[in-house]
Each structure stands twice: as C-alpha cells, then as structure tokens.
C-alpha cells in the first residue's frame, strides 16, 4: 500500500466531487474520531470493500482522525500478510 499521507496530501480538484461531499455531511455529523474518541475526525472510513452494494451506508463506516485512519489500515496489512 502507498504511504496514506502522501496519497491524502493534495486535492485532486479544488471543487468538490460527489465522494468529498458524501463523506463530508457524514464527517459533520460525527466531528470525533469514533476510535480514540480524543481527536477530530478528518476521514471517512468504510468498514467495507470496493464495490460492495452498501459500502456507503452509514451503519458500515467510522469518522476517524489521520492517525487511527493509518493505524486501521496497518492493521489490515498485518492481517492480510500473516494469512
């Protein structure tokens, strides 16, 4: 996996596009990390994968700050490398 950081460190596009407004009314309503519970949430993250019909359904994503973002995707890496 590319480094996260340098993957979310510039916009594509200075007007936002579908995907940025979705996951930006879900963030407004969840503003800290559902994780750690200490920081602001700065990313939307889906619980499940690419292509799955209710991959944006509310009730399978998590507000997340940058560091438990990279942590949970980590931990998926490990999972997926041990297997």
Avoid: Y
């Amino acid at each position: 996996m590319s480094n996260p950081r340098k993957w979310r460190a510039k916009q594509r596009t200075t007007t936002p596009n579908s995907r940025q407004k979705r996951n930006g009314l879900f963030l407004d309503e969840r503003p800290i990390c559902q994780r750690c519970c200490q920081r602001a949430s700065e990313h939307a993250h889906h619980d499940l994968p690419k292509g799955h019909p209710r991959r944006f359904d509310h009730q399978f994503m998590r507000a997340l700050c940058e560091p438990c973002h990279i942590a949970i995707h980590q931990q998926v890496i490990v999972r997926i490398a041990v297997r």
